[in-house]
């Protein structure tokens, strides 16, 4: 197939690439540079074709290839969204917009990387029917574009995305995944800091798992039109991350404790039965092979 | 009270601006002029200030003064949404966070016109409470616009209008409202084309009892944070408007016919009890009257 991956040079655009590479498909990444980096994709340079441009841009499809189907993975980082919300709308909103209407044009499958923070979380276990209820920026402008896709009633998926960590995954001013930021400084014999009492619970799903689930959604008929959150259904708190990660280094390190981070929330888990039985998709990574995997593949042992 | 009416050179916001220098206020007005005239703010002109800005412009705000009151009235047409979906968000959105990014600064009030269209329409009477269900790229962006107040928690009235008609409204190859479209073309002995087959119904709400109910809203403390549909609460179908324009213009001509217009709806009506109650007031002008009001303004007779 001929597919296009916007922001394909990030974390999980670059592992999905990979996938798609070693499937046979055709692949053009499209990626702005801004988050993403091309040492990504640095394995498999030679198999794709890589065009720098923003997709914010509205001539950013000028002279492309058409495409069998078109992944949407940019984003305008969440802890920045309240701080700059216009940037958030440019590469959230107005970016899908110009690919829809490049969609709309080429008759092309939308895949679309939202985000499962959209939804009401006072009750979980969290499900497809659960209501939204976004509460920044970067949500309601994924929640937007979403509606934007049902608008333009072009071909599409949506899949809101749980916790998802892995490999090639970078902490930074503005995005600091806590499994990664964890085995940084465990790894370097730094004491990371744990915030709120740690009780605090996530969804988390290995890359490998929604790679997986990415690749099944193309050539899914039946999943067309629907909308599906990738999670793992497990719920892990804070500490049994610190836990397992210490175990897997084989350190014995006090971490330090902060403040309860603004906005953070309880508890999180997902029933993700829809991908299961949609997609015929579970994912089957425990967190301890995950961070088992990270820390092979990062040599930080 | 110090006020800026944000799109206070167009067919709705002179009147409101009309009425609040009228009360004594210092009104700031800041319009692009894209489709507001300053025609409109002849009578007024010694009375205000006019900055001739575009809201989604980022320093549209700059070496502005501060206001006890913001009105949010500017908007890209709807009949152009889809066509140029990023000018709307633009204007309907960008506009909307480059304001509350001020107020949140400032402290100030925002009075946000949003559209009644965003209510899923399948069935009728409306009220607040009825689900939304945005069906155009404007409507999507009202509803995001909302929603940003919400998240940005400045003290915010969000008021969904029904269908505004009064003099000054002008029909435009952007907008065509009915009313002024069979009153322009009456009289001229032309005949107007009525789509579908006029049975079609709307929620008409004259300009008057439109501004009574936005000035109302500034001072009263009671409608901080709720939504208000403002609407006259009467269902009149098109064939009802076309004879009462054609009754008071005394004229009598066959209209053209022509088919559906795509997306119109069937009917529409809504309950104004919670603007009712809150502002203990009541759109009393019926549509005769308003049409007399319009026609004798206007001199078409």
Redesign the interface.
């Known amino acids: 197939m001929n597919i296009c991956v916007l922001g394909g040079a990030g974390f999980i655009g670059s592992h999905l690439v990979e996938e798609l590479v070693s499937e046979g498909n055709n692949v053009t990444v499209i990626d702005d540079l801004s988050n993403g980096t091309l040492d990504n994709l640095s394995n498999i340079k030679n198999s794709i074709r890589f065009i720098k441009r923003d997709v914010s841009n509205?001539n950013y499809t000028d002279n492309l290839d058409t495409f069998d189907v078109i992944y949407y993975l940019p984003c305008w980082p969440r802890s920045l969204s309240f701080s700059n919300?216009?940037r958030d709308?440019e590469v959230n909103?107005?970016g899908m917009?110009?690919t829809i209407?490049y969609a709309k044009k080429t008759n092309t499958k939308i895949i679309f990387s939202s985000n499962s923070g959209i939804y009401d979380t006072s009750k979980i276990p969290i499900n497809e029917n659960t209501k939204d209820n976004?509460?920044?920026?970067y949500d309601?402008?994924k929640l937007?574009s979403e509606?934007?896709l049902k608008?333009y009633d072009v071909p599409n998926v949506i899949l809101r995305f749980a916790t998802v960590y892995g490999p090639r995954q970078k902490t930074s001013d503005k995005w600091k995944p806590v499994i990664i930021e964890f085995i940084n400084k465990l790894s370097l014999g730094e004491p990371p800091t744990i915030l709120w009492d740690g009780k605090q619970t996530r969804d988390f799903i290995f890359i490998d798992d929604l790679v997986e689930a990415l690749i099944k959604v193309k050539d899914n008929e039946k999943a067309v039109g629907e909308t599906m959150i990738l999670g793992s259904g497990t719920e892990t708190n804070i500490n049994q991350v610190y836990e397992t990660v210490c175990n897997e280094l084989d350190v014995k390190i006090e971490p330090h404790h902060g403040p309860k981070a603004k906005g953070d929330i309880r508890r999180m888990c997902y029933t993700c039965k829809k991908a299961n039985e949609l997609l015929n998709w579970k994912a089957e990574t425990t967190l301890r092979e995950g961070i088992k995997k990270i820390i092979k593949e990062e040599h930080r042992k």
């Not at 976004?134 to 920026?137: H, K, N, R, V």
């Open positions: 509205p919300p216009i709308v909103v107005i917009i110009n209407r976004p509460t920044t920026p309601l402008n937007t509606k934007y608008l």
